[in-house]
């Protein structure tokens, strides 16, 4: 079956805890451990659906070999919004 992409743009963080603060800002630029998940932000093309989420989100599992949280950076409330945006690496 061909993959093709389903997300614009992928944003990966990573933080020890799992948690997305400012407190964790330098443990992203660490290498993660192969234990710890990574936390995605992305933005789809068309509007998401349910089997295009749950696709990515085993695409990139595959991919990485660890657990993947995904966030639609459109769902993302206000108050945290901007800070989210500010950790995040963008990575494709």
């Known amino acids: 079956m061909k993959k093709t992409a389903v997300a614009s743009t ?5 933080s020890a805890n799992g948690a997305n603060t400012k407190s964790s800002a330098n443990t992203k630029r660490t290498a993660p451990s192969r234990a ?3 936390n995605c932000l992305v933005e789809f093309k068309n509007p998401a ?3 295009g989420y749950m696709d990515l989100k ?3 599992e595959d991919l990485f ?9 459109d769902d993302l409330k ?3 919004r901007q800070s ?5 690496i963008r990575v494709a």
Do not use: C, H, N, P
């Open 49 to 51: 659906t349910f089997d």
């Open 58 to 60: 085993f695409f990139l």
């Open 36 to 38: 710890a998940g990574l």
């Open 78 to 80: 206000a108050r945290i």
């Open 65 to 73: 070999e660890r657990s993947v949280d995904l966030v639609i950076k």
């Open 10 to 14: 992928v944003q990966i963080t990573y």
């Open 84 to 88: 989210v945006i500010e950790e995040s």
